[in-house]
């Protein structure tokens, strides 16, 4: 099993920044492929990025604005967040996948976190 924990959202400007943090504990996450996704109020889960051993994708909505690392020392991946528009408000969740490959279907995924609330305002 792996748990995921997320942290550093919150409330920001619009044009402002944010890192979040995805800490995994029960297993070493460096083979993994890491996800992050958002969910806004009243509509679904959609894909932000994701980063495997072989590269890394992002949704066209936040392609030069948003960038995913990893410490595999720390067990962390990373999501920073520039730029941002009061359309990127939304809970953003962490996600795990055990067999690799840069997939942006979230069906496909099999370790969840709780997510971190992140709001921007006009």
């Known amino acids: 099993q792996v748990q995921l924990v997320e942290s550093g959202g919150g409330l920001v400007q619009a044009g402002g920044s944010l890192r979040l943090s995805c800490a995994a504990s029960?297993?070493?996450?460096?083979?993994?492929?890491m996800g992050w996704f958002r969910q806004a109020p009243g509509k679904e889960r959609e894909f932000v990025a994701a980063?495997?051993?072989?590269?890394?994708i992002y949704a066209d909505s936040v392609k030069g604005r948003f960038t995913i690392s990893r410490d595999n020392a720390k067990n962390t991946v990373y999501l920073q967040v520039n730029s941002l528009k009061p359309e990127d408000t939304a809970v953003y969740y962490c996600?795990?996948?055990?067999?690799?490959?840069?997939?942006?279907?979230?069906?496909?995924?099999?370790?969840w976190g709780q997510g971190t609330q992140v709001t921007v305002s006009s």
């Open positions: 029960g297993r070493t996450i460096s083979t993994y492929t």
């Open positions: 996600a795990a996948r055990t067999d690799g490959g840069l997939i942006r279907d979230s069906g496909r995924y099999h370790y």
């Open positions: 980063n495997s051993w072989s590269g890394t």
